[in-house]
């Protein structure tokens, strides 16, 4: 009998035809919002786990501490939770709430630092937690479970059902675990693929996609890997997702708004192609924001 675990992965891979601003360049969306937990973050959350219990770190009565902006801590709470882990997740309190209520759901406990110290500050308050002890900090911005996840299962998914006839991959970057794995698998079929990055422009904020201050860069984050970065503003990443509802009938957050944006960019410059972007999570977790007011 299959286990919640074994419904992680192999999700849809459909074509935007009605977005894509040329009609010799196919614009593949894989849609990781049929994951579980919701999103793309089932994958390394799993990753994560289970090579944390695999390798011995993850033992009785050690309780799991991560920072996170949502997506993370759900597939966190969720996969826990099948563990028998106790979690606590942390987040600036801009988090909408339907992301909270879910985590808690799921039975982890939930601590929102300031807003204004974003990312940043859900991060320092994690460390400060590790270092009294009885922590496992999972760091999904260091562990490389998280790309790992990607290199095992999201690129060979992408590759078999592209047929190998992919050119080019677009990802926005947050943890960056999710382009990092996808740039190594598929380099390693292809060398020509071309790996796209997407960041927010100065001042934007677009969850889920982070520009981030050296000193928190990432330490999975390998610059080499990625051939080019697009930024893009907050308006087009929100314009562009609701296109995608609209048009597309793909009802997602705005980090995948952000993705496609740069998609379109990207294919308004090929005679061909085929464009796969990472559609992140579904937009349900952002009705209570402004995303489709």
Same mark, same amino acid.
């Given at each position: 009998m299959a286990t919640l675990l074994d419904f992680i992965g192999n999700t849809p891979l459909v074509e935007l035809n009605r977005i894509s601003p040329?009609?010799?360049? =196919?614009?593949?969306a894989k849609l990781e919002g049929n994951n579980p937990g919701g999103s793309v973050k089932d994958r390394a959350a799993y990753s994560m786990i289970k090579g944390a219990m695999d390798r011995g770190e993850l033992t009785a009565g050690i309780k799991l501490i991560e920072a996170t902006s949502g997506n993370t801590g759900i597939a966190l709470a969720m996969i826990a939770r099948l563990f028998g882990v106790e979690i606590e997740l942390v987040m600036p309190a801009s988090a909408t709430r339907e992301r909270v209520k879910t985590m808690e759901a799921f039975g982890?406990?939930?601590?929102?630092t300031p807003a204004e110290g974003s990312m940043e500050g859900a991060i320092d308050y994690v460390r400060e937690k590790e270092a009294k %002890?009885?922590?496992?900090?999972?760091?999904?911005? %260091?562990?490389?479970?998280?790309y790992m996840a990607?290199?095992?299962t999201t690129g060979p998914e992408i590759w078999r059902d592209t047929q190998g006839e992919i050119t080019h991959f677009v990802s926005s970057m947050g943890?960056?675990?999710?382009?990092? %794995?996808? !740039?190594?698998?598929? =380099?390693?079929?292809?060398?020509?693929v071309q790996i796209v990055g997407t960041q927010p422009v100065e001042g934007s904020q677009i969850p889920g996609i982070r520009r981030w201050p050296q000193e928190y860069l990432p330490k999975i984050f390998e610059r080499e890997r990625v051939d080019r970065i697009f930024d893009v503003s907050q308006a087009d990443a929100t314009a562009m997702t609701r296109r995608l509802a609209r048009e597309e009938g793909v009802f997602a957050g705005m980090? @995948?708004?952000?993705?496609?944006?740069?998609?379109?960019?990207?294919?308004?410059?090929?005679?061909? %192609?085929?464009?796969?972007?990472i559609i992140c999570?579904?937009?349900?977790?952002?009705? !209570? @924001?402004?995303?489709?007011g």
């Open positions: 040329n009609p010799n360049v =196919k614009l593949l982890a406990k939930v601590t929102l %002890g009885g922590y496992l900090v999972l760091n999904q911005f %260091g562990n490389p479970d998280n990607h290199y095992r943890t960056t675990g999710t382009i990092m %794995g996808m !740039s190594r698998y598929l =380099k390693e079929q292809n060398p020509a980090s @995948s708004g952000g993705a496609v944006t740069a998609a379109t960019r990207l294919i308004d410059e090929l005679e061909e %192609g085929v464009v796969v972007c999570d579904r937009g349900d977790r952002y009705l !209570s @924001s402004e995303l489709f």
